[in-house]
């Protein structure tokens, strides 16, 4: 994981996502987390970026 992306997951998770994985199920469960919050939204960021 470069620090570009880890630092757009922080401040932008859903754009952090659709850069790994495209806009797809991943993209849709973490608008709606962080919609929920913005922590929950990192947290799944960093394990959808850090599952490859």
């Known amino acids: 994981m470069s620090i570009l992306t880890i630092i757009i997951s922080i401040l932008l998770p859903p ?4 850069m790994a994985k495209g806009i797809g199920k991943d993209f849709v469960i973490n608008v709606i987390l962080t919609l ?9 960021a960093f394990y959808v970026n850090s599952r490859g």
């Open 15 to 18: 754009l952090g996502v659709a």
């Open 36 to 44: 929920l919050g913005w922590l929950p939204g990192v947290i799944h």
